[in-house]
């Protein structure tokens, strides 16, 4: 054995093989070195090209497979829109630039309501098509800095009423949907998006102080907007802002509406003809918050033809549990109907109020009264109260002292501005006005006699009763119809007499939704 390697180790082409395997090893090693080199240094680099998690950059939670969620690809346009954004919020943008885009609201807050304005920091909480309209506005207006928070994604069904959504946004989270599309209007404004559902576990640092890493940082929350549709988040927000003294507006239901000049501002404690409206109020006022927040509320009643959420079918019970077909808990399981203009307007108008209001802007509604008629209600009521304690007496033939009438103050300003639109239904006239029976009852004006028994004094009156004229044009009534013994088709001509039926039909079909 030996010899033979002996023979081998001395042949030429024994070498010659020995060499070039060497020479193969050293060189594939070498190669193979090389690699595991550039491999360590492409994976160092790309760990340190991976920004920090920061208030900039939020670690995505995966979905329920186990993916990350998706990720929109950028056209060219938004490239560069972003790409500018990113500058112009580090300070590399003229700002005469800026003021020459705001030069309409410059001139009409001045320059120091405008400053205030830029200076500002808002959260809105919530946004679908309340939310994302107020923020468009307060991007527009000159806010600087926004923080959007909502956990939810855009839809198709949200196209109908979202102030930025495109086909292309479907599937991505709302916040960023908002961002990139006002990023592209107000390049300046600074956006913290926050896709998270709020609760009153996370309160406290959803509604924390401005945490970005500049000038600003530790900012307090100038305004706090909730858009928010669940009633379980919306309490919690509402009571956390109001017992940490934060700024704080609430818009309230939109769905079912479609009458804007019904959308009002006004205090929370007022605002009792909105469902919604009524059990937040409810909840906030078992922990000990009766009012002192302004809401956004329509004072539009529900009616015949008009749009109301009716009751799950069936079918949707036997599925399951109706909890079940939420969701997230606690959120509703069933469309709602929403005509897609009236979320703007309930979000223009808490935008509005917000602008205003940290502008220094003065603002002529009244949080405390709505559209603040009280005095003509009670003017109304007390002629109503008269007018009827007079045709009793006379029914009677003696004085009735404590005479009750089933008509509040609530339901005279219903009767005047729902049902007959704040004009007498005789010559259209909006002045002077006076409610008065349409009718003399079959019975006349008597007492009722089963309370009569129980020593009240009270006379039955529906709210499809009352008619609403002018106080000229109630004595002639009274003279002809109500005493004179006359029928009305005998006073008034076909087209008044039709529209009193109508009206009168309305009533009694609004009076079953109170």
């Not at 509402?238 to 609430?250: K, T």
């Not at 599925?319 to 223009?348: C, N």
């Not at 004009?423 to 008597?446: C, E, M, T, Y």
């Amino acid at each position: 054995m030996s010899s033979w390697i002996q023979r081998h180790a001395v042949s030429h082409q024994s070498q010659l093989a020995a060499t070039a395997v060497l020479s193969g090893a050293a060189v594939a090693g070498a190669i193979l070195g090389y690699q595991a080199y550039r491999r360590k240094e492409a994976v160092a680099e790309l760990k340190a090209s991976i920004p920090d998690v920061s208030e900039r950059h939020h670690a995505e939670k995966l979905t329920e497979y186990g993916t990350a969620a998706r990720v929109p690809q950028l056209s060219k346009e938004d490239e560069r829109s972003a790409a500018l954004a990113r500058r112009a919020q580090q300070g590399d943008y003229d700002d005469d630039l800026i003021l020459e885009q705001l030069a309409r609201n410059r001139v009409f807050l001045t320059d120091d309501g405008l400053a205030k304005l830029r200076s500002s920091f808002i959260i809105v909480v919530g946004c679908g098509g309340v939310g994302s309209h107020a923020a468009a506005s307060l991007a527009r207006s000159g806010v600087a800095k926004l923080r959007l928070i909502d956990f939810d994604q855009v839809t198709l069904s949200s196209l109908n009423r979202h102030a930025v959504a495109t086909l292309a946004d479907v599937g991505t989270p709302k916040v960023h949907c908002i961002r990139k599309r006002l990023e592209q209007i107000t390049p300046w404004t600074k956006f913290d998006c926050r896709n998270e559902l709020f609760g009153g576990s996370v309160a406290n640092d959803i509604l924390a102080p401005w945490s970005f890493n500049d000038s600003d940082k530790g900012q307090k929350p100038g305004y706090v907007l909730d858009c928010i549709d669940n009633i379980t988040s919306k309490v919690e927000l509402l009571h956390y802002c109001h017992s940490h003294s934060i700024p704080v507006i609430s818009s309230m239901g939109a769905g079912c509406k479609s009458d804007p000049t019904r959308v009002t501002v006004g205090d929370i404690s007022e605002s009792t003809d909105d469902r919604l409206s009524r059990s937040t109020r409810r909840r906030l006022k078992v922990m000990g918050v009766n009012s002192g927040i302004p809401v956004v509320y329509s004072t539009e009643r529900p009616g015949p033809g008009k749009a109301t959420l009716l009751p799950l079918a069936e079918d949707e019970f036997s599925k399951g549990e109706v909890g079940e077909l939420s969701v997230l808990p606690d959120f509703r399981a069933r469309i709602l109907p929403v005509l897609g203009t009236m979320p703007a307007v309930f979000g223009y108008t808490v935008a509005n109020h917000v602008i205003c209001d940290i502008a220094g802007y003065p603002m002529d509604y009244s949080l405390g009264g709505g559209q603040n008629r009280d005095k003509l209600y009670d003017g109304i009521q007390a002629t109503l109260q008269g007018l009827m304690e007079r045709l009793v007496r006379t029914e009677a033939g003696q004085q009735i002292i404590g005479l009750r009438l089933p008509i509040k103050k609530d339901d005279i300003g219903f009767i005047v501005d729902e049902i007959w639109r704040g004009k007498s239904a005789i010559s259209g006239l909006p002045s002077r006005l006076v409610l008065a029976p349409w009718q003399r009852p079959a019975n006349g004006f008597l007492l009722e006699p089963k309370w009569e028994k129980e020593g009240q004094k009270y006379i039955p009156l529906g709210l499809g009763d009352l008619v609403c004229m002018t106080k000229e044009e109630a004595v002639v009534h009274e003279k002809q119809v109500l005493l004179g013994g006359k029928n009305v088709d005998e006073v008034y001509d076909e087209k008044v007499i039709e529209k009193v039926n109508q009206r009168r039909t309305e009533a009694e079909s609004y009076e079953r939704f109170r």
